[in-house]
């Protein structure tokens, strides 16, 4: 009966694409509150997660869908997962996000939501991308 309330499904911005060349001035990373957020993002971790964003892009093309609506639908459809915490920067960020969950309004963008997409293959292939699947070691004895 517990469930875990995700946040920052879009890693401070990073699944974004929008530092895939760098640190833009205009970004949250560019911030002197965020130096930590820059240097993460520049270091040799940053640049592996950056090539695996773009190992995930086809994943979110087959999908019909933006690589943020993925990452909100691999969050939720975890079964421990009650609810994610989004952290959008403006309206259009926020509908963006949430075209995960319901089918796209505007015409542009998503037109089925993303969540019913996540099945157990395309899981799989996102898991061995990310390399980061959590092992689980049931303890039976309570």
């Known amino acids: 009966g517990v469930g875990a309330m995700t946040w920052s499904p879009l890693a401070c911005g990073i699944i974004s694409g929008k530092y895939g ?3 833009p001035e205009s970004s949250r990373a560019a ?3 965020y130096q930590w957020l820059k240097e993460k993002i520049i270091s040799e971790e940053g640049r592996k997660q950056q090539v695996k964003l773009k190992d995930l892009s086809p994943i979110a093309e087959r999908l019909g869908c933006t690589l943020p609506q993925l990452a909100v639908a691999w969050c939720l459809r975890n079964e421990g997962v009650s609810s994610v915490l989004l952290g959008s920067s403006n309206p259009e960020q ?6 995960a969950i319901q089918a796209s309004a505007s015409g542009g963008g998503t037109s089925m939501e993303v969540l019913p997409k996540m099945t157990s293959h395309i899981v799989n292939e996102i898991d061995n991308i990310l390399g980061n699947k959590p092992y689980s070691k049931k303890d039976y004895r309570s």
């Open 21 to 23: 060349n760098g640190v």
């Open 31 to 33: 911030l002197k509150c």
């Open 94 to 99: 926020l509908i963006e996000n949430l075209g």
